[in-house]
């Protein structure tokens, strides 16, 4: 079990998650709040995008400042086809994943002859570029967004047009992901991948071509955050270019380091965190960026390495363990 | 070619390239010289904006405005280094970006709060306000020659603060080389908080000069810094000198992107089809560039000498 | 064409007017132990990167058993049999010790673009990766984290990590810098044990390895190599002692 050990928390921590979040829609009828689905919905196809965003800056040690493209890349993948009567979920889907993969392709290629701030701000520019042109775009709405009529068709397999079966839809998504994320970081080429991070230089003199998988990784993990995006267009209706404004691609930075970046689960807490965070000092006040933003000035300066280090960090204070 | 609104758009392109220097300037001192990525350096645009708005109805004047504004954003520029800033020199880049988007956060609620939500415009005297003519017709705003001016004269004198005297030569120093300065027995924490505080006096300026024409509102730096960040990235983190050549090249690409690249690109493509790319390639042009200098001159245009 | 297993040929690199790398001839033979003895600043390491693949020289060639690979790229390099230890601990070091060397065998079995199967307990992987931990001594150390292992066995791990590659011609820049005197002399018995199995080039301070262990020595000075012969003839050369070994041990 070392590789959970790995994850950051204790096994039993997530299974125990996983399990409230599939009861969580019966809990809600029993409450009789179906706002409390919608509320996690949303925190787990934001989870998705940030478990995506982990595998290249989590273990993979590259700051990508742009992935709320690919959320948007993804929404608009619905978004578009559905703008001309095509509802058809698995060519929706798939435009999602091959368009967003083929933008970090591209992008990446560029992006990854830079290094350390470099990288940050070249990943930020080709983002705005993504943003720029679909707000440009009159056809499907530019500022104002797309409004999406009906949500993708699977073949008559699946009915998301039902906000129960989407939130299982979405769930099943997040253990697959969860699941395959797992696999990557590691099998070989996530060996590679955290090689690199630990000592590009190094990992070149034994003989890897460290560009080659590090443009891999970084087209997967755009690839999935393309598939959240697609879930998100599909669980919101209405998509505009502001969701992929930079600011959001912070966020999302936030929430894999909230939870602690290169495990595994940490940016599903991290996700948690900041969402039911946000949702509960908004109802406080509506002043609640303030509070919120502090907090994350605090946890920067007091913590390295989101909750999990924090944990840590209290923990190796009292003496009761930590690594050494 | 109409070459009134050419000149207007040259212009223009150069105000928007003295606003964007105005904002470079500090940003890529603080960040060449204490190696610290400030995102909030919008946060402090916003605030000499709001500050100068405040100021001018208090005092019916808005050159006193301004003046009085100057100071009150370089004290805040110092606060924020003491507090915030300092705490972090020692983490890594990632670091300052989320603590500096918790800053942009705590200044875009903390001036909903005191101000509210809608912008505050800021009246201008009536020289200011009125025009000049140009040639075909045109006219063009005094203010915004004003904006030219007081830009290149800012310009004028950091470079001469930062080529002729003590305290530019370890900026200079501190740029390239910052062990040297440390060696050199100089209090860096005093040259670090005067470098803040002045970059955010000039990031401050920028957001006074600009207001009368926008307003003051939340969140106006939120965009523009993104553009002053492509600036410091083209001319080279930590020039001086590249950082207003590059806001010059962003200022004036942008804006005769955005009014001329249409008729340009109907010379190789059917009016229609030029009609719908121009306003998606203008607004990307500068990104390109910035990943054009990126891909092939990864330092920037001039980068510090060493490093 | 002087048939050497690696031979350089009026190598030079400059750094802002000033020659690092001066038109340097090198040859190594094929199963030799070779140093490269010289002052600081000498431009040793410069010499190792190039060979290496990490730094572009400006001029010269750089050819290996035939092939020219003046242009090659670094992790190619390594693919051909070259391996290099650094004179500055370079390891993955959040990594364990068993991991880092696996990591070197994984780089010459084939492409990594394997997403699926775990690699950490892939026996293709760790057996020979225990192999070269073994050949160094620091089996027992497989599962500690990198991190937390001393200087000397940072060296070890170095060695470890170039020899899991199965190279030809090893490359080894000051394995001894900073250990004591047990640490050098195991470090000494390593490359010993290494002799004649492996062809070899050391970079090395300590002269009193160099003289035990090589069997031929080169100097360099200023970028330029100024003497190359066995230990006796460098011992005997005017120019060197007059340049270099002076005090040290005539």
């Not at chain 1, 925190?43 to 959320?71: D, K, R, T």
């Not at chain 1, 966020?251 to 689960?265: D, K, Q, T, Y």
């Not at chain 1, 000035?297 to 050494?324: A, D, E, P």
């Not at chain 3, 003497?227 to 002692?241: F, K, L």
Request: some cysteine; overall charge negative.
């Amino acid at each position: 079990m070392t590789s959970l050990i790995r994850t950051g928390l204790p096994a039993y921590v997530m299974v125990a998650g996983l399990a409230f979040l599939a009861l969580l829609p019966l809990l809600a009828e029993w409450v009789d709040n179906i706002f409390l689905i919608d509320l996690f919905m949303r925190l787990m196809i934001l989870s998705i995008a940030a478990v995506g965003l982990n595998l290249i800056l989590g273990y993979g040690g590259m700051v990508s400042f742009g992935h709320a493209a690919y959320l948007v890349i993804g929404a608009y993948a619905v978004g578009i086809p559905a703008y001309y009567d095509i509802y058809d979920g698995f060519l929706q889907f798939a435009i999602a994943i091959f368009a967003s993969a083929a933008v970090a392709l591209v992008t990446g290629a560029i992006a990854l002859r830079t290094k350390g701030v470099y990288f940050i701000m070249i990943t930020m520019a080709f983002a705005q570029m993504v943003y720029f042109t679909f707000v440009s775009i009159e056809e499907y709405g530019a500022d104002d967004g797309l409004t999406i009529n009906m949500r993708s068709e699977f073949a008559g397999l699946l009915d998301i047009e039902d906000n129960f079966t989407l939130y299982y839809f979405v769930l099943v998504s997040l253990i697959a992901v969860l699941g395959l994320v797992y696999r990557i970081v590691h099998s070989r080429f996530g060996m590679v991948i955290s090689g690199a991070k630990g000592n590009e230089r190094r990992m070149q003199a034994v003989g890897f071509p460290t560009y080659r998988y590090r443009l891999v990784c970084y087209v997967i993990s755009g690839a999935i955050c393309g598939y959240a995006g697609a879930l998100l267009g599909n669980f919101t209706n209405f998509i505009t270019p502001e969701m992929g404004d930079w600011v959001h691609s912070g966020e999302l930075i936030f929430m894999v380091v909230l939870g602690g970046a290169g495990s595994l689960f940490g940016p599903v807490l991290g996700t948690a965190v900041f969402i039911l965070l946000e949702e509960y000092l908004s109802r406080l006040t509506q002043y609640w960026h303030f509070p919120f933003g502090a907090m994350l000035i605090l946890v920067v300066i007091f913590t390295r390495g989101g909750i999990n280090g924090m944990f840590r960090w209290l923990g190796m204070k009292s003496g009761i363990g930590g690594r050494s | 070619m109409d070459w009134g609104l050419f000149t207007i758009q040259m212009l223009n392109g150069v105000q928007l390239g003295v606003l964007l220097f105005l904002l470079a300037a500090g940003l890529t001192l603080v960040f060449g010289i204490m190696d610290f990525v400030n995102l909030a350096h919008g946060s402090l645009y916003m605030m000499g904006a709001y500050f100068c708005a405040t100021l001018v109805q208090l005092t019916d004047s808005f050159v006193l405005g301004v003046i009085l504004a100057l100071p009150l954003t370089a004290l805040l520029g110092w606060l924020v280094e003491l507090i915030v800033v300092r705490a972090l020199y020692t983490h890594d880049h990632l670091d300052h970006v989320l603590a500096t988007f918790g800053l942009i956060l705590c200044f875009d609620t903390a001036v909903d709060f005191i101000w509210g939500p809608t912008g505050m415009a800021i009246p201008l005297p009536e020289i200011l306000d009125s025009h000049i003519d140009l040639m075909g017709g045109h006219t063009f705003p005094v203010f915004r020659i004003l904006i030219i001016c007081t830009g290149l004269a800012v310009a004028g004198f950091l470079y001469v603060m930062v080529a002729h005297t003590r305290i530019g030569m370890l900026i200079r120093a501190g740029a390239s080389n910052r062990t040297m300065v440390m060696a050199l027995g100089v209090d860096i924490g005093k040259l670090f908080a005067l470098v803040f505080a002045v970059g955010a006096a000039l990031a401050g300026l920028a957001g006074m000069l600009i207001a009368p024409i926008t307003e003051a509102s939340i969140g106006m730096g939120n965009e523009i810094i993104i553009v002053a960040f492509v600036v410091i990235i083209i001319g080279g983190i930590g020039s001086i000198k590249g950082a207003f050549v590059a806001a010059m090249l962003v200022g004036l690409i942008d804006t005769m992107g955005r009014s001329f690249l249409d008729q340009l690109l109907k010379i190789f493509m059917s009016s229609e089809s030029a009609e719908t790319s121009a306003p998606a390639l203008s607004a990307m042009a500068i990104y390109i560039l910035m990943a054009m200098v990126l891909a092939f001159r990864p330092q920037g245009l001039f980068p510090p000498k060493v490093r | 064409m002087s048939g050497a297993f690696l031979e350089v040929r009026n190598l030079y690199k400059s750094y802002g007017g000033i020659a690092a790398t001066d038109h340097v001839d090198l040859d190594v033979r094929q199963s030799e132990l070779h140093a490269i003895i010289g002052p600081n600043g000498a431009g040793k390491t410069t010499l190792i990167s190039q060979l290496s693949g990490e730094i572009d020289p400006d001029g010269g060639t750089i050819r290996f058993d035939g092939r020219d690979m003046t242009r090659t790229p670094a992790y190619k390099r390594s693919l051909l049999g070259l391996a290099r230890s650094f004179q500055i601990t370079s390891l993955m070091l959040d990594m364990t010790v068993l991991e880092n060397v696996a990591l070197a065998v994984q780089a010459h079995a084939g492409h990594s673009f394997r997403f699926w199967r775990a690699a950490r307990k892939d026996p293709a992987l760790t057996e020979p990766a225990m192999a070269a931990l073994a050949a160094v001594g620091l089996q027992d150390r497989a599962n500690d984290v990198a991190q937390a292992m001393s200087h000397g066995e940072h060296r070890q791990l170095e060695i470890a990590m170039a020899l899991a590659t199965k190279p030809v011609l090893l490359l080894l820049d000051e394995p001894m810098a900073g250990m004591g005197v047990e640490e050098s002399k195991r470090m000494v018995e390593i490359l010993r044990s290494l002799k004649g199995e492996k062809t070899m080039l050391l970079i090395e301070h300590d002269m009193d390895a160099v003289f035990a262990l090589a069997d031929r020595i080169s100097v360099l000075v200023y970028g330029r190599v100024i003497a190359t012969g066995t230990p006796e003839e460098i011992r005997g050369d005017e120019a060197v002692r007059r340049a270099y070994l002076g005090d040290e041990v005539a």
